[in-house]
Nanobody, 122 residues
Framework: VQLQASGGGLVQAGGSLRVSCGVS????????MGWFRQAPGKEREFVAA????????TYTDSVKGRFTVSRDRAKNTLYLQMNSLKPEDTAVYYC????????????????WGQGTLVTVSS
């Protein structure tokens, strides 16, 4: 499985941004897909996940109500819509996939994409 993230950039606080992740390869064994982020000087943390059918989403508390994870199965693409962005959301965002359902929120990742930088200015 190959994951290719894109869409990062610079945005002002309160603004919105959408990052995308193209998925290719042997996708039939994917259970969950989602996003992690790593801010400067901090450990990588879970942000959001969605199951393969798109029926179940999970979010870390700090982004609930502001971020929305979704996927387009026809386009084999995962999205993270980020609204009401805050400077503390500044990080490199990584897309990820797991062969186990419900595993991403526990930090169990089988496939990583490269990161895309999101910078939120105050």
């Amino acid at each position: 499985v190959q994951l290719q993230a894109s869409g990062g950039g610079l945005v002002q606080a309160g603004g919105s941004l959408r990052v995308s992740c193209g998925v290719s390869g042997r996708t039939f064994n994917i259970g969950d897909m989602g996003w992690f982020r790593q801010a400067p000087g901090k450990e990588r943390e879970f942000v959001a996940a969605i199951n393969w059918s798109g029926s179940i989403t999970t979010y870390t508390d700090s982004v609930k109500g502001r971020f929305t994870v979704s996927r387009d199965r026809a386009k084999n693409t995962l999205y993270l819509q980020m609204n009401s962005l805050k400077p503390e959301d500044t990080a490199v965002y990584y897309c990820a996939a797991s062969t186990w359902r419900g595993a991403l929120a526990r930090g169990s990742v089988d496939y990583w994409g490269q990161g895309t930088l999101v910078t939120v200015s105050s």
